[in-house]
Structure formats: C-alpha cells, structure tokens
C-alpha cells in the first residue's frame, strides 16, 4: 500500500462557525480532519502533519516557499509514494503554481480544499481530501507537476483557477479544460498538462505588483510603484494586451528604468499577442520592452516573476523564463 504525508495548511477546509461572532474561523486540525475522512486506510498510508492553520488571504510568496522546501523534505524519503496538501481556495491557484514552479518531483503533489466549513451543511472538505489522496497514489498521476484536486475534478496547477465565489465545482481550467476525474476511488486522466516549467532557486523577489488597465487609465499607479523602486510589474492589459495611452507611456519609462513589466490579459480566456500598433497596442508595447506572458491570468503571473527574479535580474533571461516556457 502507498504511503501519502498530508500537510494540512488551514483554509476553509479546517474552519467551522464561531457562535460568537457568527462566522467561520480556524479550529480544526489536521487529525481531527482526517478523522471524518473513512475508509480512506483502505486506499493508503497515511501520515498527517500541521504546516499553518492560515486562511488563504494570509498567505505570502514568503511562506509558499517555506512551504515548497517543507514538502521536499517528505518527497526526498523514499517511503513517501505522493504529497496532498490542504490550503483555503481564496489564493490556492497562486500557491499551487508557486510549488509547480519550485518542485522537481515525479512523485505526485496535490493541492486541495474545500468550499464550505465544517459546520455547513454538504461539507466537501473530506471528500475532496480523500479524493486527493486517491490521486497521490495513482501511477498516472507521477511526472504531471503540481496537481489541484476538489470535487473529484483533477486540474493541472498551471491551468487552473478559482472561477465562482461559492459553487463547489469552482476550480476549472478555462483554456483547455480539467485533466482528469476521480472516480470510485481511482483517479483518470485525459491528456497531459501543457506547462512542465521549472525554475531553480530558493530565493524570491517579492516586490512585485500588479496592476489592471480600465478605460481611460493613466499611468499614476505605475509611476508611483516606480518611485518606490518596485522590482517588477505585471499589468492585466486590455484585449490581446493593449493600454490606455497614458498608461502606455508610463510602462515605458518602467522599462527604461530597467523594470521587467508583463502582459497578460485581463480577459477570462485567451492570450496576448502583438497584434495591434497603435499607441499603447501590443506591438508598440513589444517594441518598447514588455514581456508578453501568453494566456497566464495575472495573479499567476505575478507568482512567476517573483521566482524569476529570484533566479536572475536579467530581463533577457525573465523574458525567456515567460515566452519560451524554459529557462
């Protein structure tokens, strides 16, 4: 039987309603979690350990890195056959793609959660974790990178993001749909993820900011993050990656400041290109220095230049990181 280690990391998924104060709060841990997850020792080992009880809005680029190096610990032991780690929904798509990004494993990492606490009615946290852990020890999962799992839906952490507020079904893959299911207790997949990034370091560059363009925007947030000697941008464009004139100038001058600033759009699905040459269009933004980050939402791309510029400073090889997928 295959031995999977559970890292419990708060969220949702350890909170159940304070009477007081009529809202959901941290309280359980993680064996009092694992307790309501039955017949799961039927399936694997398994070992439990208690990483943060933090709601996912708490969490920092800082701590997914304490994170990453506590999950090669266990991926180092040879006993260890997968690792499924807890984390609130809120931010999960940003911590999960930060370990894809950090880890070079086969051994499969899941990343899981729930949408409703423990004292909600059609509480999902138990069965998401068992079917995560179901994931960890299939064969099929290894060599996929970092994995997110609820509702017996499979994600690939590169893909995947938080799309509704409530509805249980919420993470999904907007491009290019879920990679595959849980079902009766064994995970299937149906193609291979498309990101296989990796960039080594243990060193991250936080200062990184993220801005959205709106109609009519100038550049004033731009220039101030500049003057306050931001280490990088990353600016949800319009489209296929095109700004508001004023705000176009402002980027400009990031770049010549030696700022590394990237594209993505701000559109739920679809990627950035340079098809436009008008001012503030995406060719004249390409032409001007900007790293054009794909169909990668914003969030995710703010996590990869805060590793890229923990690896490197040259925007050369930022700009390889973004736009040839390797570094």
């Known amino acids: 039987m295959k031995k999977v280690v559970v890292i419990f990391n708060g969220g949702t998924i350890s909170m159940k309603v304070d009477e007081r104060i009529k809202a959901a709060v941290p309280t359980l841990n993680g064996e009092e979690i694992m307790s309501m997850v039955t017949g799961i020792e039927s399936h694997a080992e398994v070992e439990s350990y208690n990483f943060s009880s933090l709601p996912s809005p708490h969490v920092t680029p800082e701590l997914m890195l304490e994170l990453s190096n506590y999950i090669k610990g266990f991926l180092e032991r040879e006993d260890v056959d997968g690792v499924v780690v807890t984390h609130g929904t809120d931010t999960l798509e940003e911590t999960a793609y930060f370990l894809h990004l950090t880890i070079k494993s086969d051994k499969p990492i899941v990343i899981t959660g729930s949408m409703r606490n423990s004292s909600e009615l059609g509480y999902d946290g138990p069965a998401n974790l068992a079917a995560s852990i179901c994931t960890a020890t299939s064969n099929q999962a290894r060599g996929r990178g970092v994995l997110v ?21 919420t993470f999904e893959s907007p ?10 207790n064994e995970a299937h997949f149906y193609r291979e993820s498309l990101d296989h990034d990796y960039i080594g370091t243990d060193k991250i560059e936080t200062d990184v900011e993220l801005i959205k363009a709106c109609a009519g925007m100038d550049g004033k947030y731009i220039d101030f993050c500049v003057e306050r000697g931001v280490k990088g941008l990353v600016v949800e464009g319009t489209g296929r990656g095109n700004l508001p004139p004023q705000m176009a100038t402002s980027v400009k ?57 923990g690896k490197t400073k040259n925007i050369t090889e930022i700009r390889k990181i973004f736009e040839n997928g390797h570094y």
């Open 175 to 184: 491009e290019f749909g879920l990679v595959g299911i849980v079902d009766n």
């Open 253 to 309: 001058k990031a770049i010549e400041k030696g700022i590394p600033v990237v594209m993505v759009t701000r559109c739920y699905r679809g990627r950035v290109l340079d098809s436009y040459g008008y001012e503030g269009g995406g060719k004249d933004l390409r032409n001007a220095g900007v790293i054009f980050a794909d169909s990668m939402p914003g969030q995710k791309a703010r996590i990869k230049l805060i590793i890229a510029l």
């Open 149 to 169: 799992c609820l509702n017996d839906e499979i994600n690939a952490a590169s893909e995947v993001t938080k799309s509704h507020s409530m509805k249980l079904n």
